[in-house]
């Protein structure tokens, strides 16, 4: 493993960005802590006081304050509103992921603030998105896949619903679809020179995700039920099965070459692969599978499929998959202090991104960060003193 980048050497794509990062949870940290890996500097504006957390981390495990100049404010306070619409004139990207109507009651949406600053893109977070009959209700990742149908998908035949964790919803129709829509805004901006409002719901980002699959029930090639589609585990060569020491292994050979390089070292029976997609023969083909794959340890399948295009992989845990030669050979973790975690994603050739840590004392006084925001030390000095901000 490779050791993350000190703070104030930040390189990357977004270098020279000044982004704005309302503190939430969840998806909009992520995107932020992305966005600052990229070589945006990211301002998180956090509320004076005690704050609630799912699960409460040390700094040096809190990945919603890596990355980022912190400031504390009180934003009941006018003086306070006012300093962020200052910030906001001189930052590229606000993004926030409160319920809609939050940041207008605190005099911070988008109109007023794009009235000061028109080049800025402004991002949005919420669940439902800002309108709508359930836009006000609240919910996870899990809520905004039940609504989606995607929790309906997921599982064996005759199963309940499974949730993949809470990456779907929150991280893969949130952060992901929240980052795209802010670099096209940018890239729109880069030719019109004005800003617009990125409005992202994870039920709407997290159904795009299915677009293939519903062009697919389209076309009447994938059925609405659970487990008994080709890549729901409805497929007896697309499924994990349990080994002898009762771990497991994946195995994906969809294509008939892949299958047929399976089949042989399995061994399968040749019937098997002349009707592979013979939905007849595959409660028979599950069974022989599942029956010879519990002959052998994970260990003993991973060292006989290696070097193959059979498709077949161990199904590691996080800790393991951290050790595996592959991902130790293109340095895919990184630590952070004694923290190890997956490496910034993409790569860039020309200007690489560099995972970020907690931000030294140093770089956490105010003085520094306004600075970077083009307040002189006298203003600071008066906002301390009058007690806008902490020291």
């Known amino acids: 493993m490779t050791e993350a980048t000190p703070q104030g050497a930040k390189s ?50 809190d990945l ?10 009180d934003l009941k306070r006018p003086e306070c509103v006012e300093l962020v619409l200052r910030l906001a004139e001189k930052a590229d990207i606000l993004i926030e992921g409160f319920r809609p109507g939050v940041m207008e009651r605190l005099g911070l949406g988008p109109d007023g603030i794009l009235a000061r600053n028109p080049a800025l893109v402004y991002g949005r977070m ?21 609504y989606s149908g995607i929790l309906h998908a997921i599982g064996h035949e005759g199963g309940r619903p499974v949730p993949p964790l809470n990456l779907v919803g929150d991280y893969g129709g949130g952060t992901m679809m929240l980052i ?25 980002g997290a159904s795009m995700l299915t677009l293939p699959l519903q062009a697919a029930m389209a076309a009447g090639l994938w059925n609405d039920r659970r487990g008994v589609n080709l890549l729901d585990s409805g497929c007896p060569f697309y499924d994990t099965y349990e080994t002898a020491d009762r771990h497991h292994i994946a195995i ?37 599978i599942a029956a010879r794959v519990r002959e052998k340890s994970r260990g003993e399948w991973d060292r006989l499929f290696a070097g193959t295009d059979a498709c077949v992989a161990p199904v590691l845990s996080f800790t393991e998959a951290r ?3 592959h991902n130790r050979a293109r340095a895919a973790f990184v630590n952070v202090g004694r923290f190890p975690r997956p490496a910034p994603a993409p790569r860039f050739s020309a200007t690489p991104s560099a995972a970020s840590g907690p931000a030294s004392e140093n770089e956490r006084t105010v003085a520094s960060i306004l600075a970077r925001f083009g307040f002189q030390e006298d203003e600071t000095a008066t906002l301390v003193k009058t007690g806008v901000i902490g020291r």
Request: hydrophobic share 45%.
């Open 252 to 288: 994906g050979c969809l294509e008939p070459q892949f299958f047929a390089e399976f089949a042989r070292l399995l061994p399968l029976d040749q019937q098997f692969v002349a009707g592979q997609y013979d939905q007849k023969l595959w409660p028979r083909m599950r069974e022989t």
């Open 126 to 146: 919420t669940g439902f998105g800002q309108d709508g009959p359930l836009a006000e209700r609240a919910g996870h990742d899990i809520t905004y896949l039940a």
């Open 64 to 73: 919603d304050r890596h990355g980022r100049d912190i400031l504390a404010l």
């Open 180 to 204: 795209a829509g802010l670099l096209a805004a940018l890239f729109q901006r880069s030719r019109s020179g004005r800003g617009q409002v990125v409005d992202t719901a994870m039920v709407e």
């Open 323 to 325: 050790q595996h030669p």
């Open 12 to 61: 990357g794509p977004l270098a020279g960005l000044a982004v704005i990062e309302m503190a939430g949870l969840g998806p909009v940290p992520l995107a932020a802590l992305m966005l600052s890996e990229m070589g945006a500097t990211v301002l998180r504006i956090e509320r004076s006081g005690p704050t609630r957390h799912i699960m409460p981390l040390p700094v040096e495990y």
